[in-house]
DNA sequence: GGCTCCCGCCAAGAC
DNA sequence: GTCTTGGCGGGAGCC
């Protein structure tokens, strides 16, 4: 008795609690939760134990004892523990193992426990009685629910973690902080993992990627689901109103369900998953079940899946016998995931009623329309080609050094240091003996800084709202893709931003990004360190030198030999390339880790932190953008099915990297693979020219004062002179938009070339570049006028590079097509900004001078000024922006050892 | 009484 | 062999 008495006020009171009974005491701390191991930590902690006595001693002074032992053996005698509780607390006792590792347990829950307000209030919340204080302090199920849990699992970390961030989580750590076993961390970031919020890197350790793929990952569950026709079987499940005990596997077989489909299925789990078994332990992972699941809502048109139909489809699928006892467990682990899913705010409880009667139920509350969202445009996501990273990252990175060289520097120290270590590797590279570095913090750090104002003010989704729903088609998963992957780390943490807020502005003008939209006045608030972004003026960016940024959207930045590269990779080696996407549903989503897995850990760690410059940021597609383009990106890449999202992602990843390195590569002629050849490229681009006009390739360069002293010069291959310094006072570079200082220039009118001589414009496919366009730039002034080169505008695909530099064009790393591809659908030949119409649109965005490279502009190639963004949309997005471009980094996986 | 889902055993898998 | 991972189902709590 003495002992018991002794125990249960340890338990409650940490004080009293002495080492002896808080060993034995431990055991059922454990076992009933948190609030145990509070008072096991108070004797080893008084400091962390002090909130929770006092909160325990509501009614008790604090020079009293918290719980005084009558009350305790009173109230245990009142209220025993339950059988469970004290078959736990026999077993404490009768284990010296469990008790340590109870005690070790409780030693850390303190920490959490401290912090939580919820679980303060649940455990320190004592009633008058030490009845009821005792009932208070034990959790309720649903405070120890994994819902619950797993929200203050989520609370841990961010939900857009910064670029520069790169969270690891310790299972064992987190266990213990949040005063539960490992185990049921497990079932938190198994579902977690099944969404790429996390990625385990090595035993006991997650990475933490945040929200920022999730729309992507959504959007590729989607297309899995619609492609296992999960809808049908859904539909065909509750028309049947097959019941738990009715159900019958072999039955539904006969009774319509296409053979061939359940093939599929069978196809979609087995082969593509890590285990060949379709019974195998992993195929029956939460983590995959929870992918199942997440399909069904998002293909469901209700969206309300019920747990007995999900849970026969996953039995279906895992070839068990559905027996009962099956079906039973299945339903316990969809509730394990609903749990985490709704903690998420990605689904809800509802209740179907039925003929039979209510039926228990989840409803998808998360997005629908992932294509539109912001953190799509974040996200590229981890599915990013491994391989193609290799390749293209030494390419880039070489091409980035040598900007750097020349330009100065406008790249963080970290992303300096990566840049020199990756060129430093490289040791064919032309460009890497060229150009030191001169790296500045100066813009990075301003990038920080936007990013942290955003992050404060996070409302990630907020802007996803305002968007313009793109058709259906738009899921497609080859979205567009933001240029500035690492090549310019700046471009694309900074610069980003600018390109989603440009977008933004773009669809919520219902123009869905394209070019002409008028942008939204700048505001310039206490924001003003952005660049503004001004209605009817260009967007600007501000280089702490006073340096350019282009941007362009040259096609086929990848050498042909990448592209084949890339083709043949898709085709045969999809899961590597992007294992979210692969072809089979259920490899896509299990290779990525599956990768991972493989790789040791330390080595996915540091290539992670190396990568973390290099994002690949997808900017949120404008409107159908993956539609049209994926015909003209697989065009020419590979056979790969247009529908297929890993094909897409690959594709996308490539040419945003291509484009990246094109854009930074422009100034030197040098960087690249000279052999090259841009006619390998023509091809491909030739659809596309005709369906977009284009690749907006434009430097910016500007004053710091800001717009006012905007100067752009476009087509830059061709009449420089014209406007501004010779070009051999300018980098040179092949793409047609050139930028100059703005102190140089002053106030200009921008002219548009007519005929910009592009080799590969030839196209057929291309639209007559000879129709000058000249916008005037109301918000630069009346003088400011933005010259279009039509080549550049006109002919994306062929655009590879028009520059007549043989050098640049022979440039693999130059590569437009993701551009192109996103400025597909989003620019239509016969768009007034097309056609080269005097567009108010291009005022809008002066570096986008065209359709193209208007959207291509705002979203990779901002320079983000002091002063200049003030819109809160803006911030948001740019937030967002560089959010996913960390998300993207972490999931860039680049071989140290650079490219071949 | 049925629904939920916590809990932890214990085996597969990894190292 | 040890440790990690996670499938699984008993059974308690909740409605």
């Known amino acids: 008795m003495e002992v018991n008495c002794l125990t249960l006020k340890d338990l409650i009171n940490p004080r009293q609690a002495r080492l002896d009974f808080t060993i034995e005491d431990g055991e059922n701390a454990q076992k009933e939760n948190i609030f145990v191991d509070r008072s096991r930590m108070a004797p080893k902690t008084p400091i962390k134990n002090e909130p929770i006595d006092l909160s325990k ?7 009293r004892n918290p719980i005084t032992p009558v009350k305790l053996v009173d109230k245990q005698q009142v209220e025993p523990w339950t059988p469970t509780a004290n078959l736990k607390m026999l077993i404490s006792a009768a284990s010296p193992d469990i008790r340590d590792r109870e005690k070790k347990k409780g030693l850390f829950r303190p920490i959490e426990n401290k912090d939580d307000a919820f679980s303060d209030s649940l455990q320190l919340d004592v009633g008058d009685s030490a009845v009821d204080e005792f009932e208070k302090q034990r959790p309720s199920r649903k405070q120890k629910s994994l819902g619950l849990l797993c929200q203050k699992f989520l609370a841990r970390y961010p939900s857009y973690p910064l670029s520069t961030e790169k969270t690891t989580i310790s299972l064992d750590e987190v266990a213990v902080s949040l005063g539960v076993e490992r185990r049921r961390i497990y079932d938190i970031v198994n579902v977690l993992e099944s969404l790429h919020l996390v990625s385990r890197v090595a035993k006991n350790q997650y990475g933490w990627h945040g929200r920022h793929s999730l729309p992507k990952t959504l959007r590729t569950l989607q297309r899995l689901g619609e492609e296992q026709k999960y809808e049908e079987q859904m539909a065909y499940l509750q028309q049947k109103e097959l019941d738990l005990m009715d159900y019958k596997f072999g039955e539904r077989r006969k009774d319509g369900c296409p053979d061939s489909q359940d093939q599929q299925l069978l196809d ?32 469901s048109k209700t969206k309300i899946v019920t747990l007995d139909v999900a849970a026969k489809i996953l039995i279906e699928e895992s070839q068990d016998t559905p027996d009962h006892s099956k079906f039973k467990t299945k339903v316990r682990r969809l509730y394990d995931i609903a ?23 989840f409803k998808w509350i998360g997005p629908v329309d992932f294509s539109s969202s912001d953190e799509e445009l974040v996200d590229v996501s981890a599915s990013v080609l491994p391989e193609l990273k290799r390749e293209t990252y030494g390419k880039i990175q070489v091409c980035a050094k040598q900007r750097l060289a020349r330009y100065g520097s406008f790249n963080t120290v970290q992303t300096s240091e990566r840049i020199q270590r990756k060129v430093s590797s490289e040791p064919s590279s032309p460009c890497r003996e060229q150009g030191s570095g001169g790296y500045s913090l100066e813009i990075g750090s301003l990038a920080a800084v936007y990013r942290q104002k955003i992050e404060d003010n996070s409302q990630a989704k907020a802007f996803a709202s305002k968007r313009v729903v793109p058709p259906a088609s738009s899921l497609d998963p080859v979205l567009p893709v933001d240029s500035d992957y690492c090549v310019n780390p700046l471009a694309h943490q900074v610069f980003s931003v600018a390109q989603t807020d440009l977008q933004a502005f773009s669809m919520q003008n219902g123009l869905n990004g394209k070019v002409g939209v008028p942008l939204t006045s700048p505001t310039s608030d206490m924001e003003s360190l952005k660049p503004a972004l001004i209605a009817g003026q260009p967007l600007v960016y501000v280089p702490s030198a006073s340096l350019f940024m282009l941007y362009g959207s040259l096609q086929e930045g990848l050498s042909p030999d990448s592209a084949s590269e890339i083709d043949s990779r898709s085709s045969e080696v999809p899961a590597a390339s ?28 540091s290539q992670e932190f190396e990568d973390s410059p290099l994002s690949l940021v997808m900017p949120k597609k404008s409107s159908g953008s993956t539609d049209l383009a994926s015909p003209k990106s697989t065009g020419n890449r590979g056979s790969m099915p247009l529908e297929d999202a890993h094909v897409n992602s690959q594709l996308l990843v490539a040419e945003e990297v291509s484009g990246k390195a094109a854009a930074n590569c422009f100034t030197s002629a040098e960087c690249g693979n000279p052999s090259k050849n841009i006619d390998t490229e023509k091809p491909s681009k030739e659809n596309e020219s005709t369906k977009e006009p284009s690749l907006l390739q434009c430097l910016y360069v500007q004053s710091p004062a800001g717009i006012n002293g905007f100067n752009v010069l476009l087509s830059g291959s061709q009449t420089p002179h014209a406007m501004g310094p010779s070009s051999g006072q300018l980098p040179s570079f092949s793409v047609p938009c050139m930028v100059l200082p703005s102190p140089t220039l002053g106030p200009f009118s921008v002219l548009y070339s007519p005929a910009m001589p592009s080799p590969i414009s030839s196209a057929p496919g291309t639209l007559p570049n000879t129709v000058p366009v000249s916008f005037s730039l109301p918000g630069l002034g009346s003088t400011a006028h933005l010259l279009l080169s039509p080549a550049a505008m006109v002919n994306p695909k062929s655009s590879t590079l028009p520059s007549a530099d043989p050098q640049l064009q022979s440039q693999p790393s130059l590569n437009l097509s993701p551009v192109m591809s996103r400025s597909h659908h989003l620019i239509q030949p016969d768009s007034p900004v097309y056609m080269g119409h005097p567009v108010s649109a291009v005022q809008q965005s002066p570096a986008p001078v065209t359709p193209k490279s208007t959207r291509r502009t705002h979203r990779e190639t901002f320079f983000k000024t002091p002063g200049s963004l003030g819109d809160p949309v803006l911030r948001r997005r740019e937030r967002n922006q560089s959010r996913n471009t960390s998300s993207a980094q972490r999931r860039l996986e680049i071989p140290s050892g650079g490219p071949d």
């Open 57 to 63: 001693q509501k009614i008790f002074t604090p020079e």
């Open 268 to 299: 979609f789990s087995e082969p593509d998953y890590p285990s060949s078994s379709a019974n195998s332990r992993k195929d029956k992972s939460l983590r995959i079940m929870s992918q199942k699941f997440v399909m069904l809502f998002l293909v």
């Open 339 to 361: 749990n985490v899913l709704t903690s998420l705010a990605l689904i809800k409880k509802v209740h179907v009623t039925e003929e039979r009667g209510r039926k228990p139920a």
């Open 578 to 605: 992007e294992p979210s996407f692969t072809p089979s549903a259920q490899k896509r989503l299990c290779v990525e880790r599956k990768l991972q897995e493989d790789e040791p850990a330390a080595k996915r760690q």
